[in-house]
């Protein structure tokens, strides 16, 4: 097996280098030759991940190529350098790169070549999960759907038709990554790769098939011969040399299933993701700073933060079903590529004092001794180098501890790290970064108000069958299986007769189940109602009252898919459309079954096949007035792009549901008619205690999501096309833009702060040598800092937004730190009486500054 080569040729390697004669050091020499052109120089053991002979404590974190575009990967990459990450993770989606079984795609977004090798140009690593299942909220888990298809297939099982597909994607994966030299044994970024995803949560629906696949899984993956180690998360029985790692918000306990192996964690979950219908989950940062201490507290050596950047699911990628089209996550990089204070500093400035102490932590494994119920020390020590973790475990009481004979207080729920096992320099609970103030401008999307919608065009779809292609069956069909996920829609049509002396006649009631997840009903042309289901069920059962009249009626069912499932055993069985009943229930008690009739299909709508979404159709009415609030309109204006270079977003208020088309690129499903729950938020939500997925949530009453992000490079300055398709009924003239943009950056930094702090990177800790530093930087390299708003030496008081100034002041703080940082992308300026004079001798004092970015 490879690894354990590399295992043997790693502990050859130290015999060498411990000198242990001549003839060893000849044998280390030839296992090298005989294994270059295979054996990389990534290897592990029980401590950690061993890259090019040196053990290495890693912090990592998840920026998935496809949900941003190829233009923002440079500065979202750059951002995660700055805020101390030493790797990338991504999951490789199959579904995008092979959208047509033996056609491939790898162009603009799907560009993983360019993607790794923008990592590399960083000088950051890859952790790159192959998988081929993603999960990710991901449109089918990441499985294209055409693999359904293929006889006698079962997925993620013991299965030879689904072992030769997976086998096959992931070779053509790593052949790619290997002919670019990506590979770290090749001198490439690529340290790490995952096969399969968290198969050990489902593993036992799959009986001892299950377990069977589990081992060809990593049998082939080593087979693929990548030269770096393969990873298999939340699966305790992944076979040797496959290290297994853990999933969670908490991975502290987490011990692998062998003693040679390190303790890694791939997936530390930032915040959460959004539904549609759900409120928007957020991590407050003093927990999962908790749970990143913790971990490295408890011996742990790898830790990603997924996400670092969550982004958008543009098109249909999004899963679910029912997730957003925003996968913001709460992450530390907002969806728009602006770093999200104090997230973002705080977890910098945790990086920067674990990195501190890389060596001696990862020299032995921690002595972890009770400091009293809930309070626990770990200590590292090596020679004569000691470090120390102090933790309060307790989730309602501050403590006061007592470690090498002096006193700590200690916040409940927090890590105090002690880099020289004395001096606490880093609190968890305790945010000393940098603040920033976010702001949305509003703009309309035509520059005079368009209120009349004089600019906008429209084209009506037909309700009902319209395309050529439809065909009829006897009875209800499984909607995935009928549109192979080519569309979202799929038409339901019937036509019936109704008698003068039938209990139909008039007001009667159609009931109609489906698997999911929505469906709207018109009745001889007109909408009478609509199903819609959640995230948590998507199964819908709807009683729509309805009128027929004598003579013949249609009822026309337009189903919906929004996402495909992504998570459990099974999942990709899992249906979805109008499998019935669907009945009539009349006035007195009568009910007519309408299921097994013979049914007409329609995959798709009209507007798809003659491809409307680009806007080049000579069909767009505009003459007559707009229509509004009507379901089943092809909405199409042309608009300038927002000066500046600030990320865009459209508003979307005013819209019920649809897709979105920029310059032809799809933006994603829209849905801002579908309001979260009106319960259970609490925007000042208690860090400390166990997170859950459930605990911090903000925006209840309001749309789920209500903006939508335009990458900035899908627009020209001028003439940009925006067409809509509007499903239940909007009024598109109410859309307008929101520029996101940070109003304000804010640092405050004392002159006794015992690390260089700096605002946005970590460039000016080396030049720090006489003290504390204070740094801004803009969000964006185009940008520079356009005023400085606030400044003061001396005991300022308040907070970003609201500073002032204290009883102490130096009276040229604001003109010093004017001639810094006006005009530039960034600014350091030493934090000290050096620099400022000293306005009140034998007080300690402090620089805060407040800028903006233009
Ligand atoms: C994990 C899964 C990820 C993602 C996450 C939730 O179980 O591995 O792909 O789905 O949950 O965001």
């Given at each position: 097996m490879l690894m354990n080569l590399e295992l043997s040729n790693r502990k050859q390697r130290r015999l060498a280098m411990e000198g242990k004669g001549l003839m060893l050091s000849l044998l280390f020499l030839l296992g090298v030759l005989a294994t270059t052109s295979y054996c990389g120089n990534v290897t592990y053991d029980h401590r950690a991940l061993v890259v090019d002979g040196k053990r290495r404590l890693l912090i990592s974190g998840s920026i998935h190529y496809p949900r941003s575009t190829p233009d923002m990967w440079p500065d979202l990459i750059q951002k995660a350098k700055d805020g101390g990450l030493d790797v990338i993770e991504t999951y490789v989606f199959w579904n995008l790169h092979e959208p047509t079984r033996g056609q491939y795609d790898f162009e603009g977004r799907k560009d993983l070549v360019k993607f790794v090798k923008t990592v590399a140009q960083a000088g950051l690593y890859v952790h790159l999960r192959i998988g081929p299942y993603a999960c990710a909220e991901w449109n089918y888990g990441g499985f294209p759907l055409w693999l359904h298809f293929i006889p006698g297939i079962e997925l993620r099982t013991d299965n030879e038709p689904f072992k030769a597909e997976m086998q096959r994607f992931m070779a053509k994966i790593v052949n790619i990554m290997q002919q670019e030299k990506l590979y770290a044994s090749q001198g490439g970024p690529i340290i790490l790769s995952q096969v399969e995803n968290e198969y050990g949560n489902v593993a036992s629906a799959y009986g001892s098939r299950g377990k069977s696949y589990v081992k060809w899984s990593a049998g082939m993956a080593l087979s693929l011969d990548t030269g770096v180690p393969w990873v298999m998360c939340q699966q305790s029985d992944a076979p040797d040399p496959i290290i297994n790692t853990c999933n969670g918000f908490y991975c502290d306990q987490f011990t692998p299933n062998s003693n040679n192996k390190p303790k890694i964690w791939t997936e530390d979950w930032s915040g959460w993701f959004l539904s549609f219908g759900g409120a928007v989950p957020f991590r407050p940062v003093e927990d999962l700073a908790f749970a990143v201490a913790r971990f490295y507290q408890r011996g742990g050596t790898f830790q990603n933060y997924y996400m670092y950047h969550g982004g958008t699911n543009f098109g249909r990628t999004s899963g679910g079903p029912f997730i957003t089209t925003s996968y913001d996550y709460d992450a530390p990089i907002d969806e728009y590529g602006l770093i999200r204070q104090p997230k973002w500093g705080h977890l910098r400035d945790l990086h920067k004092v674990i990195k501190l102490i890389e060596d001696t932590l990862l020299a032995t494994d921690p002595t972890i001794t009770s400091l009293g119920t809930n309070l626990e020390a770990a200590v590292y020590r090596t020679g004569s180098a000691c470090a120390a973790f102090l933790a309060n475990v307790g989730t309602q009481s501050d403590a006061s501890v007592t470690f090498n004979g002096n006193s700590y207080n200690l916040p409940a729920w927090s890590v105090s790290i002690l880099p020289d096992c004395k001096n606490v320099v880093f609190n968890t609970a305790k945010i000393n970064s940098a603040a920033t103030i976010p702001s949305l401008t509003r703009q309309s999307l035509k520059d005079n108000g368009d209120s009349l919608g004089s600019d906008w065009s429209w084209i009506n779809e037909p309700v009902g069958i319209s395309k050529d292609d439809a065909f009829s069956r006897v009875g209800l069909v499984e909607q995935i299986n009928t549109t192979a996920d080519k569309s979202d829609y799929l038409w339901y049509s019937l036509s019936i007769g109704i008698k003068g002396d039938e209990p139909f006649l008039d007001q009667t009631v159609l009931h109609v189940e489906s698997l999911g997840h929505a469906f709207h009903v018109f009745i001889n042309g007109k909408l009478v109602g609509s199903g819609i289901g959640n995230s948590a069920n998507s199964n819908v059962k709807a009683d729509i009252p309805v009128t027929l009249v004598r003579g013949k009626n249609t009822i026309d069912l337009l189903s919906l898919t929004v996402g495909l499932q992504n998570y459990g055993p099974f999942y990709d069985k899992v249906g979805a459309g109008i499998?019935?009943?669907?009945k009539l229930n009349g006035k007195n008690g009568g009910s007519f079954d309408l299921s097994s009739q013979k049914w007409t299909y329609q995959i798709g709508l009209k507007g798809e096949e003659l491809d409307l979404r680009s806007g080049i159709s000579s069909r767009w009415i505009s003459k007559s007035t707009l229509p509004k609030k009507q379901p089943l309109i092809w909405y199409k204006t042309t608009f300038d792009a927002p000066a500046g270079s600030n990320p865009v977003a459209l508003d979307f208020l005013g819209l019920g549901k649809g897709e979105a088309w920029v310059n032809g690129q799809s933006i994603g499903r829209y849905w801002p008619a579908f309001i979260a729950f009106s319960?259970?938020?609490?925007?000042?939500?208690?860090?400390?205690g166990p997170y859950g997925s459930g605990k911090c949530r903000k925006n209840c009453g309001k749309p789920s999501q209500q903006l939508y992000h335009v990458p900035r490079s899908w627009l020209k300055p001028s003439g940009n096309t925006l067409v809509l398709f509007e499903e239940m009924g909007g009024d598109p003239t109410q859309i307008s833009f929101a520029t996101r943009q940070i109003q304000s950056l804010c640092a405050q930094v004392s002159e006794t702060h015992p690390l260089p702090v700096d605002m946005?990177?970590?460039?000016s800790t080396a030049a720090s040598n006489s003290g504390p530093v204070l740094s801004l930087k803009c969000p964006f390299p185009k940008q520079v800092i356009s005023s400085i708003t606030f400044a003061s030496f001396g005991t300022p008081i308040g907070s970003c937004g609201g500073f002032s100034h204290g009883q102490c002041r130096n009276n040229m703080a604001l003109s010093i730190v004017r001639k810094a940082c006006v005009g530039s992308n960034s600014c350091s300026i030493e934090v000290s009486i050096n620099k400022f004079g000293d306005p009140c001798q034998g007080v300690t004092k402090s620089l805060a500054v407040e800028a903006s970015c233009t």
């Open positions: 499998t019935g009943p669907v319960n259970g938020c609490n925007e000042k939500c208690d860090y400390r946005w990177n970590s460039d």
